[in-house]
């Protein structure tokens, strides 16, 4: 059963930093490509960051280029976002995503 269990998520004020966690079990996690998705409340659940294989090229949504960093470890079965100077739109239920299996997702709360 494959299950992805995504951490790290909290409360943060504008302009600070976190870094999700999402650790996966039940695939060959370096065969799949990796995306982090959010979701905030009354939008649809838009991509964020993906990590491909096999060469583990990165892509971002233009409104987090520059602020966010996806990277993977493929011995840990875990794929990774840095998200630096946060802002209070990047509010969202943060989900890790394989193909069609998605992790229950952790809150981000950016405000003072």
């Known amino acids: 059963q494959v299950q992805l269990v995504e951490s790290g998520g909290g409360l943060v004020q504008p302009g600070g930093s976190l870094r999700l966690s999402c650790a996966a079990s039940?695939?060959?996690?370096?065969?799949?490509?990796m995306r982090w998705y959010r979701q905030a409340p009354g939008k649809e659940r838009e991509l964020v960051a993906a990590?491909?294989?096999?060469?583990?090229?990165?892509s971002y949504a233009d409104s987090v280029k520059g602020r966010f960093t996806i990277s993977r470890d493929n011995v840990k079965n875990t794929v990774y976002l840095q998200m630096n100077s946060l802002k209070s739109e990047d509010t969202a239920v943060y989900y890790c995503?394989?193909?069609?299996?998605w992790g229950q997702g952790t809150q981000v709360t950016v405000s003072s």
């Open positions: 990590i491909n294989i096999p060469i583990g090229s990165t």
């Open positions: 039940g695939l060959t996690f370096s065969t799949y490509t």
């Open positions: 995503n394989a193909l069609r299996h």
